[in-house]
């Protein structure tokens, strides 16, 4: 491994984990997109641009392997995960963000990751559009329909309640 | 922004940082390429032979007649090379265009010299039938690259850390004069393409721009196309090719547009070779497929026959090809493998029309021969460290 990546790697792994998490729903999956990503960026190294900050083009490398994982397992109805989205308890306090957190879990694949890119990244559409391998027409479709999705997850009225 | 919206955003920052079951990602990650590397030469040795068995060993088991794919086709003999005396220093490209061949050679470099501040280049202009140096065009940076097209010679690169790598000369061959401009938007040139009359640079950073057609370049418009690593144009279209994908473009006629006829996974095995009249000819393996926009085949496959007494480690393949306005298929073979040019092949129309298209074919002597381009008096010159040689195949 170049000494560039491999001091990329050591500084990095856990950011990439966490970013990978939210983008595929699954801490466990996410680790093995991870490790399988760094692979092929070491094995395509030579065609990296900015060596000294490989930053941007692994996580674009990231992106993508998390849309594909994620249209794989949902061509895979045996292995398909509903994550447990929780009964509200009695006193109808939720864990606001867990509960945001599990509901993203639960979106399509892209849908998810358009979500992560725009509202963790700060992301333009365009540059959404660009690490998504899509046009911004699609990054602008895919965010209506995700929040949309998401406001059905999510009572939005009993989280205002907890928050006061 | 609405209470979602912050919600979301409140989520994601708040993420907690999974446990990882990975102690040393850092070990993990070698122990993985190294069973990377050892699949992928597992299955180069699988695809080694699975080529003697599919093509090799049927050859040798045929013997010396019978198939048409393994015989030789009539060479005309062979082609002198036209040498030239580099009068300046090393060639670093040559092209022909406009009625002439050129040249780009370096000066002020001494024999195993670097580039300094103080290298040049200089073009030559040379009459095709003789070699002759026409005329002699100074620039003012060590360029590194040129390209005929759009009514000039556009020589690019600067190469070393004086000169940028943006900086691009245009040579007109009409009123004979050179315009250099420092296309400051661009990341370094790595190569022209030319559609509709108008030339198109592309940068290491996947950028394609359109630059007026003659006078400075400064007048820059284009994009970036993430993964475009090379861009070949003619007629009416430029294509974009990209990793596992080709884009096509008609930017003259309609902007740029990023999704526009993406064409996947034509690149596993061939790269897009030049434009024909509806489309593009690629290799695919041994064979020349001409193709649409859209991935679907145009007219018969064509196999360029196998030279002498192929191997699986030398067998010939296509390296080049351009085709003439008649819409015939020039292509350039290396007879074992490698990446010279021995051979060259001519597929009139008529013969493309044909389900099994034989070509004529000669062979282009022991220079090494690097690249090819339309011949201005007709046929085909290809270019070699140390000179050009010219063929027509009509006769001429």
């Avoid at chain 2, 040795?45 to 050859?59: H, N």
């Avoid at chain 2, 082609?79 to 300046?88: D, E, G, K, L």
């Avoid at chain 2, 245009?170 to 050179?178: D, I, K, Q, T």
Wanted: net charge negative.
């Amino acid at each position: 491994v170049d000494g560039r990546l491999a001091e990329y790697v050591r500084g990095q792994w856990p950011a990439l984990v966490r970013y990978a998490t939210l983008l595929c729903g699954d801490a466990s999956e996410a680790e093995e997109i991870v490790q399988s990503t760094l692979t092929r960026v070491a094995l395509r190294w030579r065609f990296v641009d900015d060596k000294a900050n490989p930053d941007g083009y692994v996580r674009r490398a990231l992106v993508r392997a998390c849309i594909d994982s994620g249209k794989r397992r949902r061509r895979e109805p045996a292995l398909e995960r509903i994550p447990d989205l929780g009964v509200p308890d009695a006193s109808g306090r939720l864990a606001d963000a867990d509960q945001v957190r599990r509901a993203l879990a639960t979106l399509p694949p892209r849908q998810r990751a358009v979500l992560v890119l725009r509202y963790l990244d700060d992301a333009t559409e365009a540059r959404t559009a660009e690490l998504m391998g899509c046009s911004v027409g699609t990054v602008k479709s895919q965010t209506a329909k995700a929040l949309a999705k998401l406001r059905e997850l999510v009572n939005t009225d009993d989280i205002a309640e907890g928050v006061r | 922004m609405t209470q979602l919206e912050d919600l979301l955003r409140g989520a994601l920052a708040t993420a907690p940082t999974p446990a990882t079951s990975t102690p040393d990602p850092l070990s993990d990650l070698e122990r993985r390429i190294g069973r990377a590397r050892r699949r992928l030469g597992s299955i180069a040795v699988a695809a080694v032979v699975a080529i003697v068995l599919a093509i090799v060993l049927p050859l040798a088991l045929i013997g010396s007649g019978g198939d048409s794919a393994r015989i030789p086709p009539a060479h005309e003999g062979n082609v002198p090379v036209q040498t030239w005396s580099a009068q300046a220093g090393p060639v670093l490209a040559a092209t022909a265009g406009g009625g002439f061949v050129w040249s780009l050679e370096l000066t002020g470099l001494g024999p195993g010299e670097a580039i300094t501040s103080h290298t040049t280049s200089v073009v030559e202009q040379r009459d095709p039938a003789t070699g002759a140096v026409l005329r002699t065009y100074p620039l003012t940076t060590p360029a590194r690259g040129a390209a005929y097209g759009a009514g000039g010679l556009w020589v690019w690169g600067g190469g070393d850390k004086t000169h940028p790598d943006t900086t691009v000369s245009v040579v007109e061959p009409s009123p004979g004069v050179v315009s250099t401009a420092d296309l400051r938007q661009v990341a370094a040139i790595e190569g022209f393409g030319f559609a509709a009359n108008h030339a198109y640079a592309f940068d290491a950073r996947h950028g394609v721009y359109s630059l007026n057609e003659t006078g400075s370049g400064a007048q820059v418009t284009g994009r970036r196309f993430p993964g475009v690593v090379d861009v070949v144009g003619g007629h009416d279209t430029l294509f974009l090719l990209g990793d596992h994908r080709i884009v096509a473009q008609y930017p003259v006629a309609d902007g740029w547009h990023p999704d526009l006829d993406v064409f996947y996974g034509i690149t596993i095995d061939g790269l897009p070779l030049v434009e024909s009249a509806k489309g593009f000819w690629t290799v695919q393996g041994r064979n020349l497929v001409q193709e649409d926009p859209q991935g679907h085949q145009l007219g018969a496959t064509v196999t360029p026959p196998l030279f002498g007494n192929p191997t699986f480690s030398a067998l010939s393949k296509p390296l080049a090809a351009v085709v003439d306005p008649a819409g015939g298929l020039y292509v350039a073979m290396s007879n074992d493998g490698g990446p010279r040019i021995e051979s060259l092949l001519y597929y009139s129309p008529a013969a493309l029309r044909s389900s099994a298209p034989q070509p004529t074919a000669v062979h282009v002597g022991s220079e090494q021969a690097e690249t090819i381009a339309l011949d201005p008096a007709g046929g085909v010159v290809w270019f070699a460290a140390g000179g050009f040689g010219r063929w027509n195949p009509a006769g001429g």
